[in-house]
């Protein structure tokens, strides 16, 4: 099983499970991700967290990433991207930042639970990541994410990208 989580308004093809809780958009599956998580362990070969986290509060992405692992097959992998405020912050000093500053930090409010509850960082989701169990955690770079993984739009440097392993691969 393929998963999008927190898919928002990118709603993923190609055999992705998309799964939210409080976008108006298109998704498969509705779920809270602060509640027990309806997939069986073993059951996920790939998850794709894209611009999610940051919508949590930080412990309770911790929690999810700890929910989550256990679910992950031992050759599957999980795909983290998120803003990165601290790069954000020294473009925006630079004057080469293609958003405001503000929407990074604080979320757009597209709909309710469009806020950020927290100020992402690469250093913060690997020790996420780390808390929780995941091993081979690697900052990958937007850049540098595989095709395969629905990421929406791979040209905005200010992205963090990071990559782990559940620790039964």
Known sequence: MLINLGCG????????????????????????????LPWLAGSILHVYLGHLLEHLT?????????????LIRPEGQIMVVGPDCEV???MA????LDVTLDSLKYGADRWAGDRHEWECTAAQ??????????????????????????VA??????????????PGH
Do not use: H, M
């Open 9 to 36: 308004d990118r709603y993923a093809e190609g055999g992705w499970l998309n799964v939210d809780f409080g976008s108006p958009y298109r998704k498969d599956l509705t779920v809270d991700l602060t509640s027990e």
């Open 58 to 70: 930080y412990a309770d992405a911790g929690r999810l990433l700890e929910r989550l692992q256990p």
């Open 88 to 90: 954000a912050q020294q």
């Open 93 to 96: 000093e630079a004057g080469t």
């Open 125 to 150: 989701v690997v020790d996420l990541l780390e808390g929780a169990g995941w091993t081979d955690i690697q900052n990958v770079g937007i850049q540098n994410v595989a095709a395969f993984w629905p």
């Open 153 to 166: 739009d791979r040209r905005p440097q200010w992205q963090c990208a990071i990559a782990a392993r559940s």
